[in-house]
Each structure stands twice: as structure tokens, then as C-alpha cells.
């Protein structure tokens, strides 16, 4: 009977020391983002003034392209747009893989800059916004700090106090009651967005997703105590050792299992539209001119405006 207890109790508390461990099932570098991702040549559902480009074409225009641990994403930066065109060429990437209990780490040196700009880095479901929708990275026109937001059907809110770093921006996540704005937490670490972020060598983006919980972690490339399993993309990660996220979305009040569904990764940069083209964030950014007009004509703006990934590692 001892033994056998004494066996239980072991098992048990092996299962609580290994509950936050998961060992890696993707890797992405380089050339490797060809393989599992595909370009969504579509209009933009947040009405940028962007064209999202086909493979080929983002091939053609060194919009994509890799070189040993380096995958760029980049929109053009030469050409001077005829206003009743296209918008300025971009690309919007999807992973050929859907995605639900897993870890993700994203090694980023760079990320897009410049007035006008809205680059992110999201998960989303087929069927928006019921399937739900978890923006890891994003922000507008060089404004930080990231804004982590969850976008969700009715019957989601978030409690006002939970163990996170960020600033809670508003706690119900129902995209019609908020129109369309969600339930966002704003990283407190001016590093973690834009010309900051790319002058100090970028850093390391993490989120978790369970059926209890979703959080998302932040890591400057100049901070110090980074968890070592993140910084080697090592082959298994243990989320417990962390520490508190920067954002942290409890299942609480909000049913994760029922309300997110398989997500796919999306990576893109697009243009002004309904958030940096929004005409008060514009000015309060203190861009120049409209941001539609100063994105047709100041095409040399956006020599900074790619992304630069060192890898991406997925756990599950």
C-alpha cells in the first residue's frame, strides 16, 4: 500500500512539473517560411491602401526572400502610386498548418516602420469572428507599445484584474459589442513595437493557447533573464519558467475551447485603413499630410518597412 502511494505521488507531481511542458512539432527559418506559408493575394479586409501580392509577383519584386537564418517580408519602397490605383504592394502571409493547443515563438530582429504602417503578427480561425482571432504583434504608425488583442464572437469578457504585466484596454472581447476593437492588453515594454523595438535588435514573441488561457510574452533582444529554452529555440519549452505574461486572457468568463477554433498563422504589413488611417490616430502619431496620401507619394518612407524573422519554433 505504501509503495503504492508513494508511486502515485510521484506520478502526480511528475504530471504537475511536466504541465507547462511542450516539445516542439515546427520550425521555421529561412527558406522554411516558403514551405509553410502561403501569400494571400486578397483585398484588405481592414480597407488598407495596400495590394497584397501573389508568390510569384513577391518573388519577382524581392518582396519575399530568405538567406540562411533570414526570412524578409518587405512592401515595395520605389514606386510613387497613381492615387485611383492599387496600393502600395505588400504581402500577407498565411501558414499552410491550422494551429489549437500549441506554443509559438517568433525570433524577430525587425519589424516594418514608418508613418502610415500597420504590420502584424496574429492567429485567426476560417470562420471570424466565432473561431476567434489573437493578435500577438501589432500597432500603427511607429506608436508603441504592442497591443496584444483577442477579437471573438458574443460571450467573451475578460476580468478587470489578472496576473499580467500589460495595461488592460478593454476587457469584453466581442467584436460587436466593441466595435471591432476587442479586448486588449498594451505591453508596457517601449521596446516591444517599432523603431524601439528595431533599435535594439528586436527580441522574442511567445504566446501559449490552452482551453484555460491564452498569454503572450515579450522579450527585448537587450534583456536580460530571458528564458533559455526561448533564446535557443531549444527542442522543448517550459512555459512555467516564464514568469507573468505580458498579457493574460483567463478563460474565466470567456469559453477559450468553445470560442477559438484550428487558427492559422498570419503574418502581413498593410497600409492605413481602419486603424493607422483612422484620421485622429493618424494626426495624434504626428505623421505628415493624410496618411493615404503621404503613403501614395513618399515611397523612400518605407525602406524600413519590412519584417525580418529569424525563426519561428511551434511546440505542442
Not at 502584424?120 to 511607429?142: H, K, R, Y
Not at 483577442?150 to 466595435?179: F, I, K, Y
Not at 508596457?188 to 535594439?200: A, E, K, L, M, V
Not at 493618424?282 to 525580418?308: I, K, Q
Amino acid at each position: 500500500m505504501y509503495l503504492f502511494l508513494k508511486t502515485s505521488i510521484v506520478a502526480y507531481l511528475s504530471s504537475i512539473a511536466l504541465g507547462a511542458t511542450y516539445s516542439q512539432t515546427d520550425s521555421h527559418t529561412g527558406n522554411g517560411f516558403f514551405k509553410s506559408f502561403t501569400p494571400q493575394a486578397i483585398a484588405d479586409p481592414t480597407h488598407g491602401r495596400v495590394n497584397y501580392v501573389s508568390a510569384a509577383t513577391a518573388a519577382s519584386l524581392n518582396l519575399t526572400f530568405s538567406s540562411g537564418d533570414t526570412f524578409i517580408l518587405r512592401s515595395d519602397f520605389t514606386t510613387v502610386l497613381n492615387p485611383n490605383g492599387a496600393g502600395r504592394n505588400s504581402v500577407r502571409l498565411q501558414s499552410n498548418k491550422q494551429y489549437t493547443t500549441s506554443v509559438m515563438v517568433f525570433n524577430i530582429r525587425h519589424m516594418p516602420q514608418g508613418c502610415g504602417t500597420w504590420p502584424a503578427v496574429w492567429t485567426v480561425g476560417a470562420d471570424w469572428p466565432n473561431e476567434g482571432e489573437i493578435d500577438i504583434l501589432e500597432g500603427i504608425n511607429d506608436q508603441g507599445p504592442d497591443q496584444v488583442t483577442l477579437h471573438t464572437g458574443s460571450g467573451c469578457t475578460m476580468p478587470a484584474s489578472r496576473s499580467q504585466t500589460g495595461t488592460a484596454v478593454l476587457n469584453n472581447c466581442d467584436v460587436d459589442a466593441t466595435n471591432n476593437a476587442g479586448c486588449g492588453v498594451q505591453v508596457t515594454d517601449t521596446r516591444s513595437y517599432g523603431p524601439i523595438f528595431n533599435d535594439n535588435g528586436g527580441g522574442w514573441y511567445a504566446v501559449e493557447r490552452t482551453n484555460s488561457f491564452i498569454k503572450v510574452w515579450f522579450w527585448s533582444r537587450a534583456a536580460t533573464g530571458i528564458p533559455s529554452d526561448v533564446t535557443s529555440g531549444a527542442t522543448s519549452v517550459n512555459t512555467d519558467n516564464w514568469g507573468t505574461p505580458r498579457a493574460y486572457f483567463p478563460s474565466t468568463s470567456c469559453p477559450i475551447s468553445s470560442m477559438f477554433g484550428p487558427h492559422n498563422i498570419i503574418i502581413n504589413l498593410t497600409f492605413c485603413g481602419d486603424w493607422a488611417g483612422n484620421a485622429q490616430d493618424y494626426a495624434s502619431s504626428g505623421c505628415p499630410s493624410t496618411c493615404v496620401d503621404y503613403v501614395n507619394n513618399n515611397p523612400s518612407a518605407f525602406s524600413n518597412a519590412y519584417f525580418d524573422f529569424a525563426w519561428l519554433k511551434i511546440y505542442g
